[in-house]
């Protein structure tokens, strides 16, 4: 996981929210699961992206 992708506040050793930027498709996810670092994810709208997702330098 990079740790520019994800946002606070942190839940034990993971954090709430993490985002992954795919083409034109921005997914996000929330920890469900603290102990075992189990998250659920879900596909954002534009208007939902965060705001600094353009500037991340995604791996090819």
């Known amino acids: 996981m990079e740790l520019e992708c994800v946002g606070g506040p942190w839940e034990g050793e ?3 929210y993490i985002w992954c930027k795919v ?3 921005v997914f996000e996810a929330r920890l469900v ?3 075992l670092g189990q998250y659920k994810g879900w596909q954002l709208i534009r ?3 965060p705001a600094t997702i353009d500037e ?3 791996p090819e």
């Open 14 to 16: 993971f954090p709430r």
């Open 23 to 25: 083409d034109e498709v």
């Open 33 to 35: 699961n603290r102990v």
């Open 47 to 49: 208007e939902e992206w």
């Open 56 to 58: 991340f330098q995604w």
